[in-house]
Structure formats: C-alpha cells, structure tokens
C-alpha cells in the first residue's frame, strides 16, 4: 500500500514562490507516474503536473504552464513541485497522486493520494 504525504504549503503573496514536496512510502514506485491536482471547495478535482517515471516527461494544465515546474527524485521517492508567480487563483488544496503507466490528467486513473496541502495566496 502507497502512502504519500505533502508538504510544503502555506501563505505567500501574490507574485512570491512556494515548492511543494510529496514523500512515498509503503511501495516501490517503479513505471509509476506521479502528479499534482487541486481542488478547491465546491469544485472538481483538477489537474496541475504529473512526471513520467523517468522523470524526462512532464505535462502541465495551461493554467500553470511557465509558473509551474514538477519534478521526481527516483531515489527518494519524491515528488516537487515548483511554483513561482503566484495568483489568487492558485489558491486551494494542492494533492499528490500515482498511477502506474503513462502520465493522464485524468484524476480517476491515479490509484493512490495523499492527504493534501493547502496554498493560499493573498493579493
């Protein structure tokens, strides 16, 4: 069984940066893809980022696009993500997600999630 757990939210002003971490544990995440979603109150679950398991493909919802950089440690079994340029509208519960195959926004292919991570941005 995967666990994953993120970190590394807060509050940050419009324009500043923040980088998100999520650790797993519990498996060996070989061929998995990892991702980043958000959800805010009332709304669907969306996509961010997600890295192939090499970690050379990354993919990004057109709203993070350029402000927005994922990134995986194979070796510790992490994932990050970097987020610079902060909008009010970035603001909500960040999650860590894995799936085993080839990276997919779609939020239903992802077998596992962590708890979340909240970002909030003030303007």
């Known amino acids: 069984q995967v666990q994953l757990v993120e970190s590394g939210g807060g509050l940050v002003q419009a324009g500043g940066s923040l980088t998100l971490s999520c650790a797993a544990s519990?498996?060996?995440?070989?061929?998995?893809?990892m991702a980043w979603f958000r959800q805010a109150p009332g709304k669907d679950r969306e996509f961010v980022a997600a890295?192939?398991?090499?970690?050379?493909?990354?993919y990004y919802a057109d709203s993070v696009k350029g402000r927005f950089t994922v990134s995986r440690d194979k070796a510790k079994n992490s994932l990050y993500l970097s987020m610079n340029n902060l909008k009010p509208e970035d603001s909500t519960i960040y999650y860590c997600?894995?799936?085993?195959?080839?990276?997919?926004?779609?939020?239903?292919?992802?077998?596992?999630w962590g708890q979340g991570t909240q970002v909030t941005v003030s303007s």
């Open positions: 997600a894995v799936m085993l195959g080839w990276p997919t926004m779609a939020s239903r292919r992802y077998d596992y």
């Open positions: 890295v192939g398991w090499s970690g050379d493909s990354t």
């Open positions: 519990g498996g060996v995440l070989s061929g998995y893809t």
